[in-house]
């Protein structure tokens, strides 16, 4: 045997990268038209309701990302959601899935995955009564966590996206008692004044703790 062994592929390293909150949301439509659109609105295909049909197979098309795709990391997602809106200016269904983990990499290409099995759905039960349809618009809306925090697409989100996909408000401590104390050698001995620990105190009972010691 002879020469280099080199892996054409392979899936990025992420050992050394910290574990932190991810989520993502990614968007598409599916033009439906004149003739079906009102059919899946009203729930009347032949194949049954696609809507709540694609809901099902978004979330399926999320957990699967990994095996779609050859070097996505398979992540434990915490939460999957899908949204199926009736956009009837453009005779369209536009459609959401949201993602989050706790996990060292991100999570857009399960939330690219999971509309896309949405829309694939809803193509699939609508082409017997029109197979002229059109997927469009498919991209990642945002994503949070990680060492780059928001990325947002620069397309920007609406009102009622910002509104829906806000970010979760922090869990309160509800009463819990708490203790801060601060290490400084130099605040210490007076060189500077400890600025760390009562920003510690007053976060800790923002968010409803009860400080019961600081030092």
């Known amino acids: 045997m002879s020469g280099e062994l080199n892996a054409a592929f392979h899936m990025a390293d992420v050992r050394d990268k910290r574990v932190t909150r991810r989520r993502a ?13 009102p059919l899946i609105v009203e729930r009347r295909l032949p194949k049954g309701d696609a809507l709540v049909m694609a ?11 990994s095996m779609l795709m050859p070097l996505c990391h398979p992540l434990p997602l915490e939460l999957v959601q ?5 956009v ?3 005779q369209s269904i536009r459609v959401w899935c949201e993602c989050a983990s706790e996990a060292r990499t991100g ?3 399960e939330a690219l995955a999971g509309v896309n099995a949405a829309l694939l759905t809803l193509y699939d039960l609508s082409k017997p009564v029109e197979p002229a349809l059109r997927i469009e618009g498919i991209r990642l809306l945002f994503k949070e966590g990680g060492k780059r925090g928001l990325w947002l697409h620069p397309e920007g989100m609406d009102e009622s996206e ?3 996909f806000r970010p979760r408000p922090p869990k309160g401590l509800n009463g819990a008692a708490c203790a801060v104390i601060t290490l400084s050698d130099r605040a210490s001995e007076g ?3 400890d ?8 976060g800790l009972q923002s968010l409803g703790g009860e400080v019961v010691a600081a030092e």
């Open 195 to 202: 600025e760390s620990g009562p920003k510690l105190v007053s």
């Open 162 to 164: 910002r509104e829906r």
């Open 191 to 193: 060189t500077y004044a």
């Open 55 to 65: 809901e099902i197979a978004g979330l399926q098309g999320a957990k699967m990302a």
């Open 88 to 90: 009837p200016e453009r």
């Open 25 to 37: 949301v990614a968007v598409g439509e599916l033009h439906a038209g004149p003739v079906v659109y």
């Open 107 to 109: 999570v857009e290409m």
């Open 82 to 86: 899908v949204y199926c809106a009736p």
